[in-house]
T-cell receptor
Framework: KQEVTQIPAALSVPEGENLVLNCSFTDSAIYNLQWFRQDPGKGLTSLLLIQSSQREQTSGRLNASLDKSSGRSTLYIAASQPGDSATYLCASIMIKAAGNKLTFGGGTRVLVKP | DGGITQSPKYLFRKEGQNVTLSCEQNLNHDAMYWYRQDPGQGLRLIYYSQIVNDFQKGDIAEGYSVSREKKESFPLTVTSAQKNPTVFYLC????????????FGQGTRLTVV
């Protein structure tokens, strides 16, 4: 059974510092990996999808890498801003006979202090 | 605008009462999912569907039922067997194929009164 872990569970940084968020998974036979952002009381917003054939994906200040062999993905957020404060979740995506299955990590709660 | 819509945003039910949560998408996605999120816990899969008239149990299906009569709609019924006082439910959809990017609705918070 796939298990996804995100450490640390919470992170606090001063504005302007770069953020590094970690995601590890036990079964390397993933199809894709996706990063999300969640604001309090809201749904999940998709940030980046890394397909299995890719090693990284970039969008603006966000960069996510994927190393399937070591079971790790990392989300980098450059020059953090107070508006980046949120919970960040990663999800591994595996293809099963019954369809795609997403398995989520517990999330990292980020606070960017002005 | 394309997207996925959950309604209502807040829902209250009495003990012993069944309620149905709505999830609609106009993204033309084949797959749809229901998750619950409890405080301090990650998302747990309740049910998912890859095609109309077919759905599969997730990790915590007991106390729930679903239907998939239309591609756009995947309603979730919470039965009276569910005892938790407040739960946040999230619906998602994704396409088939290599681009499996999932999109989520804004959630429904269900409270037992």
């Amino acid at each position: 059974k796939q298990e996804v872990t995100q450490i640390p569970a919470a992170l606090s940084v001063p504005e302007g510092e770069n953020l590094v968020l970690n995601c590890s998974f036990t079964d390397s036979a993933i199809y894709n990996l996706q990063w999300f952002r969640q604001d309090p009381g809201k749904g999940l917003t998709s940030l980046l999808l890394i397909q299995s054939s890719q090693r990284e994906q970039t969008s603006g200040r966000l960069n996510a890498s994927l190393d399937k062999s070591s079971g790790r993905s990392t989300l980098y957020i450059a020059a953090s801003q107070p508006g980046d404060s949120a919970t960040y979740l990663c999800a591994s995506i595996m293809i099963k006979a019954a369809g795609n299955k997403l398995t989520f990590g517990g999330g990292t709660r980020v606070l960017v202090k002005p | 605008d394309g997207g996925i819509t959950q309604s209502p945003k807040y829902l209250f039910r009495k003990e012993g009462q069944n309620v149905t949560l709505s999830c609609e998408q106009n993204l033309n996605h084949d797959a749809m999912y229901w998750y619950r999120q409890d405080p301090g816990q990650g998302l747990r899969l309740i049910y998912y569907s890859q095609i109309v008239n077919d759905f599969q149990k997730g990790d915590i299906a007991e106390g729930y039922s679903v239907s998939r009569e239309k591609k756009e709609s995947f309603p979730l019924t919470v039965t009276s067997a569910q005892k938790n006082p407040t739960v946040f439910y999230l619906c998602a959809s994704s396409p088939q194929g290599p681009n499996t990017e999932a999109f989520f609705g804004q959630g429904t918070r269900l409270t037992v009164v």
